[in-house]
């Protein structure tokens, strides 16, 4: 049976699918798995070993001139390519009109969720059949419930496994030279609001370098750069590494003792490699769509506003400030005040312990 995955974006989203592609696995042994999914995410889905092939799309870049992209040799050819194959079954896991006008371009029976249960319900347009699953449940689970039920099998639900082949994630790398003891800090997030202090991120940094960690510092942009070279400063013990392929985070991730993350798909990565993970939420709620797995911790804000889900601060009570080295600052965004380095460490110490 060739089955057709259509789940392009976003990285924490696409990561979430991968257990729904474990329960498949292990409960059809006929499934072949192919999978379109966004260029910049096209290292994903390929760590699983029942994904056969990865088909990249565009649709970011496209976007910016629909007509003019609609007539391009690059959308022609992968038109070409994406219905030449006929597939028994294509699930769009995503429940967008982007994902479901990329379902209906296949060849195949198209599956998606219900009207009434997914973000923009136009989507179900472009399905043959729908499920209904409920809101309440959890990112991962809805997609698990919606493979089981369009592929017709049943999962445990308190198991999860995302399936992942270390050997492919460290096949493409160089091998990586470990400290003793180090931490991964996943610092970069999309919206403004979601980063935590800056400061608080320098204080965490020397905290943990005491204790005898050694400290990793991704970045994907030059926003990221200057954060991380700002938390690494006076500390020989804190690394900012070279810009990274996500195969190459997840190396550096998996080799590390743990994780502490924002509200960020990265972290989501950490989740899938079931590495003790401390999450840290503000205007957000991990409820529905947090890291999802084992060895997870969520910190969440106790601020009264949160989680208010706004990418702009609408705040308006007091300042919340403290002081550091002899110099006060702002809290901003003043929900990220619930949970301090000192708290955090504390908490991760704990994490760690347990796993």
């Given at each position: 049976?060739r ?48 994904v ?50 990329i ?29 209904s ?23 445990d ?12 994630i ?101 989740a ?13 709620d ?61 908490q ?8």
């Amino acid at each position: 049976m060739r089955v057709l995955i259509v789940k392009v974006s976003s990285l924490g989203d696409v990561i979430h699918t991968l257990p729904a592609v474990t329960d498949a696995q292990r409960a059809r042994s006929d499934i072949q798995f192919d999978w379109v999914v966004e260029e910049n995410f096209v290292e994903v889905p390929g760590w699983h070993p029942a994904v056969q092939n990865v088909i990249p799309v565009a649709l970011r870049r496209w976007r910016g001139n629909i007509v003019k992209t609609y007539m391009s040799h690059e959308f022609r050819a992968f038109k070409r390519a994406f219905q030449g194959v006929h597939y028994d079954l294509v699930i769009d896991a995503q429940g967008l009109i982007k994902s479901g006008f990329i379902s209906r371009l296949s060849k195949g029976l198209t599956v998606g969720l219900s009207n009434r249960t997914i973000r923009e319900p136009m989507a179900t347009l472009f399905y043959n059949k729908v499920y209904s699953v409920p809101w309440t449940e959890h990112a991962v689970d809805r997609v698990r419930q919606l493979f089981s039920r369009a592929l017709q099998y049943e999962y445990d639900p308190d198991q999860i496994d995302y399936g992942i082949d270390l050997s492919r994630i460290e096949g493409s790398q160089k091998k990586l030279e470990r400290s003793s003891k180090q931490l991964v800090f996943l610092h970069g997030t999309t919206w403004q609001t979601k980063h935590w202090p800056e400061i608080y991120w320098r204080q965490l940094a020397q905290i943990s370098t005491e204790a005898g960690y050694k400290v990793l510092l991704p970045w994907g942009n030059p926003e990221e750069k200057l954060r991380a070279e700002y938390i690494a400063q006076d500390n020989e013990q804190v690394e900012v590494l070279d810009k990274q392929s996500l195969s190459g985070l997840a190396q550096y991730i998996q080799q590390s003792d743990g994780v502490i993350a924002v509200d960020t798909g990265l972290g989501h990565l950490a989740a899938a490699l079931a590495k003790p993970t401390v999450s840290l939420y503000g205007p957000t709620d991990p409820g529905l769509s947090g890291t999802f797995g084992n060895n997870q911790l969520h910190l969440n804000s106790t601020l009264n506003c949160a989680p208010c889900v706004k990418k702009t601060c609408s705040y308006s009570g007091p300042g919340v400030t403290e002081k550091y080295a002899g110099d006060s600052f702002t809290i901003t965004p003043p929900c990220f005040a619930s949970h301090g380095p000192i708290e955090v460490w504390q908490q991760f110490q704990s994490l760690l312990e347990k796993s």
